[in-house]
Structures are given as C-alpha cells and as structure tokens.
C-alpha cells in the first residue's frame, strides 16, 4: 500500500543498513492518525457528541433576533419605496398642471380648481406685494401664482412662484 503523506525518516540516525529497512516497512504500513488516549477518551467523546438543550437555545434565539432585524429592514426599505414613488407621482401631477396654466396674458387674479388622476389642485393667482418693487413702472405687473396639489393618500406638494402679466396697453 502506498502512503499520501510526505517520507517520514528517523529522528535519531539509525545504524548503517537499517535505515533503509525502517523506512520499507513505514511505507508499507497505512498512515493511521494517533490520538490522545485513543481507546478510552474516543469512545467518551463519541457518547458526548451533540448539543446540549442551552446551545439548541441560545443558537435559535440567534436566528430569531437576526431574521427579526432582517424582517424589519425589508419592511422598512419597502415602505420607503413606496414613499419615493407616491412623491415622483405628486411631483409629476404638479408639473402636468402647472404646464396646462394658461398664457401670462390670459391669466388674471383669481382661483383655478380641480382634478386629474385622483389627484386634487388649486390654483391662487394674486398680486405680487414686495417693497422693492413699483408695480405701477414697467410694461410688466408682476403677480403670486400658488398651486397646491393633494395626492390621494394625502401628502400636499404646493408650489409658489412670480409670473410677470404685460400690462395692457391704455
């Protein structure tokens, strides 16, 4: 039988001509691992072998609490996606309407309303009130535009700008 493992030569020199005899029948014999008090402590370890009712415990506590955290996080990220997507909706809705305004010179103080996708609008148009400005100079009348746009779950998206009128000519 042939051995797998590297030649193992002696510690101590052997007398001239044994050596070669030693080493035949280490090659020869089948490489047999030894351990410590191998007939008694191998059939003491063999009766041991297993877990104990603590460690069985103590490993599912483990993988419970981690599967809960897991579970949480999931949830977590999950609603904040459906967060983001319900935002981009509203966001969406918001520029279709402001786009549909009407043209700076048909648009007059007042209230615009309605609704599109299930989504709820309002549109204030009002003057523009600041100290730095005469509104009375200029070809321009400067005017509030507020639009206020409701989602259906809830969440409001309002939007204030300053759209410039020309002042109709007298």
Not at 58 to 75: F, K, Y
Not at 86 to 104: A, K, M, N, V, Y
Not at 118 to 125: F, K, L, Y
């Amino acid at each position: 039988m042939e051995r797998n493992g590297p030649d193992i030569s002696p510690l101590v020199p052997a007398k001239a001509g044994t050596q070669s005899r030693m080493l035949k029948v280490l090659r020869s014999a089948p490489w047999i691992p030894a351990f410590a008090g191998m007939s008694g402590a191998r059939a003491k370890h063999e009766r041991e072998a297993g877990f104990t009712l603590v460690e069985v415990l103590v490993a599912l506590s483990v993988v419970a609490v981690s599967l809960a955290a897991i579970g949480s996080l999931i949830a977590v990220t999950t609603r904040a996606a459906r967060s983001v997507g319900g935002h981009l909706d509203l966001i969406e809705t918001t520029r279709t309407i402001f786009t549909g305004l009407p043209d700076r010179g048909q648009l007059v103080p007042g209230n615009l309303a309605g609704e599109i996708g299930g989504h709820r609008w309002r549109v204030d148009v009002l003057p523009f009130y600041a100290d730095f400005v005469d509104p009375q100079a200029g070809n321009w009348i400067p005017q509030t535009i507020v639009l206020r746009v409701q989602s259906p779950a809830g969440p409001i998206l309002q939007i204030n700008t300053v759209r410039l009128r020309p002042r109709p000519t007298q």
